[in-house]
């Protein structure tokens, strides 16, 4: 089977079939895929935040087809991914990185820099992952992703809990993001 390349849906789709786990496009995800491209083109980058119920799809297409989608588009630039463990977003990030194991996509990881934490491509852009509050490794990220911030709703409604992720949101994180970068935030 070929990778289809036509749109984030077509190779989410055909990327997951190829890992043999089906994606299906359904019309909340197309939704979302496109008004992530439309961040990614937007002139000095985009902001988006996507707020969905659990389970329906939104990490996946978000946390692992959009970046192999952007690295495979542009394998000289940088992802960096944040979730509210390093577990998770080491998840993420190998998820990512072995798809480029597979013959159908162009993009390659190097041998000698594939960790799940930091992986880079043959053409020197790659992926940095990190749990919230972490250190963001020195790095910079033309696609800056953050996928659940909080672990869940009773650290999400403490007061000290938002203004710490906040502080570390605004003051780590998003000072890592390159000019243009695109900024997109899942919930």
């Not at 463990?85 to 190097?110: C, I, M, N, Y």
Request: charged letters at 20%.
């Amino acid at each position: 089977m070929a990778l289809s390349r036509a749109s984030l849906p077509a190779f989410a789709a055909s990327l997951a079939e190829l890992e043999g786990n089906p994606w299906y496009p359904y019309p909340h995800l197309v939704f979302c895929a496109e008004r992530i491209i439309e961040a990614i083109r937007r002139p000095g980058g985009g902001r988006l935040i996507i707020t969905i119920p659990p389970r329906n799809g939104k990490s996946r297409l978000v946390s692992h087809y959009l970046p192999a989608y952007f690295l495979e588009s542009a394998p000289e630039l940088h992802v960096m991914l944040a979730s509210y463990g390093d577990s998770l977003a080491q998840e993420w990030g190998r998820k990512v990185r072995d798809s480029f194991r597979l013959p159908a996509l162009h993009t390659k990881v190097r041998q000698d820099v594939s960790a799940t934490t930091r992986w880079e491509t043959a053409e020197g852009g790659g992926m940095v992952t990190v749990g919230v509050g972490g250190p963001a490794m020195g790095r910079g990220g033309d696609l800056l992703v953050c996928d659940d911030p909080h672990k869940s709703w009773d650290e999400a409604q403490s007061p000290v809990v938002r203004r710490t992720l906040q502080e570390w949101f605004t003051g780590t994180f998003m000072s890592r993001a390159e000019p243009g970068a695109t900024v997109v935030i899942i919930q």
